[in-house]
């Protein structure tokens, strides 16, 4: 065994270390399947449409090449205020998902770290459980509740509360209920992991200096996770963002959202420096505040 | 380090508390009928191995946990059912439970700012207190950026800014390595008097509650074994519980052979021991006889007194720079520990192992033990 490693080290080069091979794959693996899609996109944005195909970026005039940029689709993105309109839209509707999902799932996943231990392992798979059906399926079962004659119209028409069916699907309303129905688990995991972790002897701190127990909520408990709200409000709102299955089940033609636009530009524009465009710039909306905001953290810490 | 506590009797003492029992599940007594007085200005340790209940009465003093039985007054007021965040009390937490979050003087204002105190009023008292402990310029820091020491500080300071009726101690030097603890003792306990807060300690090293405390009580199962100042729990354990757990100690055993009015004889397996006494036993009953192992004596020659002496072998020899430690075998095989001062001990320089010695002591260096 022994001969073995060492017949391996020897054929290794002197560059290659278990160290570096260590770090180095987390690397790889981030630039072959984040990094390199990412600058596909942004050379196909920067590239002419031919009919079904996008055109080559370098052509070759003898042995110089020539790099031709096209920047007309994010002139054109700029142009056009539409595209403006749903991408401010689909982050706001990402902003209030996310708020909601803050809202209901602090208290949620505060309850559940509290919970007699033998319960949080039931509790956890409880929020896991809707992940073992189709998501689709889920959208969609959604419709037949929101319709209007949906189950929720006809119970409430049958009590009498209201005489003629509310019109909930094809909303905002029924957009963002999708929205925060989808995403509350990615809410709540993370407080949930982040609560759990919480030093009750903090709590009794707080207590023994004479402070209420509603106000050592704010003042030691909401502090003390925000690890937990950030990574929670992250994983709700990246991917909200970008979200194409819930408003196009439940959102009805008059909600933009940008997952649309796209699919759009990709499938009936058949538009693809358009929709690389579209991306490139929805990228850099999120990630420019992400990269802002872990700079100030990084900077407060030192 | 006594205090000029006063009477307990004289007047309603700071705390009372009066037959306190926490039980968990219904059987498992953690503290049972529990009473003790204590005094204004006193610094009360409560000694105890782990799991003995020191920590569960100190949290039922603190409001984190409700007495199932009894009553605890402070300052002549029912506090039993009071919530913690409404007592008048301060506790330092084992392992200090700073807020990491915050700043030390954000720490030290925590329970200021909670009193709806004045902006300036309390920037005046959290300098006081940041002066008081000697960290002024680490105002600004966080907790994680402090040594253990500093931390320790801290906690102390956020435990006496509110000025409270009765400040709580848990484990206050346990986190602290050897060296600090000796030296942090004597700037807390200056601290504590510098402010004249009263003080419940809880501890499980018996030098810690021996040098803080002006009063301590030995804890095991729930209850007291014996509530007493240090040099009289010491001195005059009253079992051979304390005796055990309050520095090292040799027992013998043996039955009481005779009762006089001053003394008894009890008959061990080495020898018959004459202890002074003034408690009458019945003849034949088994009792303990304690005796400090540096109230013993050793030498080669047999001393000239009839009794309270035995002779043995040395088997071990620890030289620890002011004392030298003995371990002698005796002829039941029992081993007995004999420390001896080096300046006294000049004249057994030549002792070694496997020397025969005997080792002797004083009448009053034995102490009774009926259980």
Redesign the interface.
Known sequence: MASLMQSLKRSMPAWLTGRRLVIGLPYAWFLILAFLPVLIVLKISLSEMQTTAVSGMVSWQGAWPSIKLDVSSYLFLASDELYLATYLSSISYAFYTTVICLGLGYPFAYFMARAPKKWQALLVMLIMLPFWTSFLLRIYAWKTLLVNNGLINNALLAIGWIDSPIEMLNTPFSLMIGMVYSYLPFMILPLYANLSKLDGRYLEAAADLGCHPFKTFWLITVPLSKAGIVAGCMLVFIPAVGEYVIPELLGGPNTLMIGRVLWDEFFSNNDWPMAGAVTIVMLLLIMLPLAIYNKLQSEGRA | MENASKSPLANEPLLRIEGVSKIYDGHIKAVDQVTLNVASGEIFALLGGSGCGKSTLLRML???ETPSQGRIYLGGTDITEL????RP???M?Q?Y?????LSVSDNIA??LR??GMAKEAIAERVEAMLKLVQLSQYAKRKPHQLSGGQQQRVALA??IA?QPKLLLLDEPLGALDKKLRVSTQIELVNIIEEVGVTCVLVTHDQEEAMTMATRMAVMSAGSFLQVGSPKAIYQQPNSRQVADFIGSVNIFDGPVKENHTHYLLVQCADALLRVPSIQACHDGIAVGVAIRPEKMALSRKKPTAKINHVSGVITEMTYFGAHTSYHVKLASGKVLQVQVQSQADEDNADLSWGDQVYVSWGDSAMVLLTQ
């Open positions: 603190a409001g984190f919530p913690a965040y409404q009390i301060n506790m937490f392992s439970a700073l807020f990491p979050h925590f329970g909670r009193d956020r435990s509110k």
